[in-house]
Nanobody
Framework: QVQLAQSGGGLVQDGGSLRLSCVVS????????LSWFRETPGTGRQFVAGIDWMSGATYYTDSVRGRFTMAKDDTKNTLSLQMNRLKSEDTALYYCAARVGNQITLVASDVDYWGQGTQVTVSS
């Protein structure tokens, strides 16, 4: 059973920055991808960014590309999401997600494991 422990997030003004972290346990020798999804009231979980843990290949949704950056730390089994130039439309509950295999999924129903969620609120 994979566990994803999230931290970070909070309240920031428009244009500010926040950082999210996701610790994966236990350490896995299997191929997997980690992604960030976000959810707002009335919407489903939507893909934000993802990384193939072994290769480091990344993919970002258009609305965050150039503003959000993922970084992985293999020694700590941690994935971070640095969010810069935040906008009010980035306000959401953010989830770390893991999927077995090497294909980054954009579909929430394909995710195998979820973190507990972290609120990000951007005030205008």
């Amino acid at each position: 059973q994979v566990q994803l422990a999230q931290s970070g997030g909070g309240l920031v003004q428009d244009g500010g920055s926040l950082r999210l972290s996701c610790v994966v346990s236990p350490r896995s020798n299997s191929r997997f991808t980690l992604s960030w999804f976000r959810e707002t009231p009335g919407t489903g979980r939507q893909f934000v960014a993802g990384i193939d843990w072994m290769s480091g290949a990344t993919y970002y949704t258009d609305s965050v590309r150039g503003r959000f950056t993922m970084a992985k730390d293999d020694t700590k089994n941690t994935l971070s999401l640095q969010m810069n130039r935040l906008k009010s439309e980035d306000t959401a509950l953010y989830y770390c997600a893991a999927r077995v295999g090497n294909q980054i999924t954009l579909v929430a129903s394909d995710v195998d494991y979820w973190g507990q969620g972290t609120q990000v609120t951007v005030s205008s």
